[in-house]
């Protein structure tokens, strides 16, 4: 290729580059003269501090505060009810004395305020189960973080497992599944000690001897017939070894 053919084939790609810039400015809505308006996306600051590590507000249980919010944590469960109204479950972080440890504090923030629904403001407690399948003002799921979390068609919270404390207040991986609904919890299925390996069945089978091992970091939902499902996760499969999982439950 000449000097003269170079040139000119730099030139013509100098053109096409611009052009092409052009088209896609005008394409963002960069350009006053586009018909094309770029969508807006805008964070807004609702709540909490805007730097790290902070205390949590308990104020008292039950009423809701300007001033009370939760400690800085990670790894919580969550959820949304029917009336849009959104809660917070555990993790792990700050408790009311600043100290750091898994937490099994529920919260509803609602009408632009937190309140404190139950469980402890301090850190690191056992679990109190109860009876399975009945529900007792003194139930409560024990400290934990990376738990499953739903909400079914009714509104009642439900959470599955973690990694956390039981009921003997020993550290493990979870497979208890809980419910919150009219301001108690219920025992639902699982153990009330960790560490559990799964009882699977029969594959497409429902059984009431059928229960997840217990894990944490699960994925969960809900479908449109309300029905809960979990899959996956860091815990127990069906030999009693621990490792990441891939299991799909209903």
């Given amino acids: 290729m000449g000097v003269r053919s170079g040139l000119q084939y730099v030139a013509v790609a100098a053109i096409s580059f611009v052009v ?9 809505g960069g350009s006053s003269g586009s018909t094309t308006t770029r969508s807006q996306v805008e964070w807004a600051w609702i709540s909490g ?3 790290n590590g902070q205390t949590g507000m308990y104020g008292q249980i039950g009423q809701a505060a300007s001033s009370n919010v939760p400690g800085a944590r990670t790894g919580s469960g969550s959820w949304t009810d029917t009336s849009g ?6 993790g792990y972080g700050n408790d009311s004395k600043g100290n750091q440890g898994w937490l099994n504090d529920l919260w509803k923030y609602s009408g632009g305020e937190w309140t404190w629904m139950s469980g402890a403001d301090v850190g690191n407690q056992a679990g109190t189960y109860g009876q399975i399948g009945q529900a ?10 990376g738990s499953g979390s739903w909400t079914d068609t009714s509104g009642n919270l439900w959470l599955f497992g973690g990694y956390g404390y039981d009921s003997q207040g020993h550290q493990g991986w979870l ?12 025992w639902m299925s699982g153990a009330d000690v960790g560490d559990q390996a799964g009882t699977y069945g029969q594959i497409g089978q429902a059984a009431s001897s059928n229960v997840p091992g217990a894990r944490s ?18 815990g127990y499969d069906s030999k009693g070894n621990h490792g990441l999982l891939n299991d799909l439950w209903k």
Avoid: H, M, Q
């Avoid at 092409?20 to 963002?28: G, K, Q």
């Avoid at 497979?175 to 219920?186: I, Q, V």
């Avoid at 970091?217 to 860091?234: A, C, R």
């Fill in 175 to 186: 497979n208890d599944l809980w419910k919150y609904s009219g301001g108690e919890w219920t």
């Fill in 217 to 234: 970091e699960s994925v969960s939902w809900t479908d449109t017939s309300g029905n809960l499902w979990l899959f996956g996760g860091n």
């Fill in 136 to 145: 007792a003002s003194s139930n409560v799921p024990a400290a934990r973080t």
């Fill in 20 to 28: 092409i810039l052009a088209v896609v400015f005008a394409s963002c």
């Fill in 85 to 90: 109204n959104l809660w917070l479950f555990g």
């Fill in 49 to 51: 501090s805007n730097v």
